[in-house]
Every structure is written in C-alpha cells, then in structure tokens.
Nanobody, 127 residues
Framework: QLQLVESGGGLVQPGGSLRLSCAAS????????IGWFRQAPGKEREGVSC????????YYADSVKGRFTISRDNAKNTVYLEMNNLKPEDTAVYYC????????????????????WGQGTQVTVSS
C-alpha cells in the first residue's frame, strides 16, 4: 500500500527555519514526481515546490523562491522541504504528494496534478 507520511512541522518564530520530511512506504520514490503543497485556513491549496522524478528539475512558487529548498534522498526514500526565513504568511498545513511524471514539473505543481497524498503537517509561524 502506497503511503506518504509528513513530519517536521511545528511552531516557529518569524525568520526561523524548519525542515519538513516526506517518507514513502509501499513504493520507491526514485522515479516519482514529488510535490509539497500547503493550505491555509480559508485559502485554496497551492503548490509550494515540486521535484521531477525523471530529471530532478524543480519548481518553486514565487512566494518561497530563495527561502525554500526541495531535495530527495533516494536511499532513505524521503523528500525534504527546507524552509528558511519563515514568515507568518507561510502558516498552513503542508502536504506532500507523489505521482508519475506527467509533463513539466512546473505544470504538475501549478495545476495540482498529483494522485497520492500524505495526511499533512501543521506549520505555524508566529511570535
């Protein structure tokens, strides 16, 4: 059974950092596209960052460019989202998602084209 489990969320002050992890079980992440999405209260879910399974290309939403970094450790079957210089507007539930590569990673991320989802982890940025 394919499963994704996020961890690493929490409460952090503005300017702080967190590293989210997305651990996969029941399948090998190596060749899957992986995405990090977030949903704040009253807002639509948005693609934060995604990484291709075929060539490792990445996409970042403009709001997180230069602050967030997505990476994958195939040996640990885990994808990470390093988040630095966090802002209150980054507060949301963060989800990871996986699917077969289905085109440019930017399109997959922007149009939310992922089938398998984790349960989410809360990130709260507040002083």
């Amino acid at each position: 059974q394919l499963q994704l489990v996020e961890s690493g969320g929490g409460l952090v002050q503005p300017g702080g950092s967190l590293r989210l992890s997305c651990a996969a079980s029941g399948f090998t992440l190596d060749y899957y596209a992986i995405g990090w999405f977030r949903q704040a209260p009253g807002k639509e879910r948005e693609g934060v960052s995604c990484i291709s399974g075929s060539d490792g290309s990445t996409y970042y939403a403009d709001s997180v460019k230069g602050r967030f970094t997505i990476s994958r450790d195939n040996a640990k079957n885990t994808v990470y989202l390093e988040m630095n210089n966090l802002k209150p507007e980054d507060t949301a539930v963060y989800y990871c998602a996986a699917d077969n590569d289905a085109g440019p990673i930017q399109a997959m991320c922007v149009f939310d084209v992922f089938f398998h989802w984790g349960q989410g982890t809360q990130v709260t940025v507040s002083s």
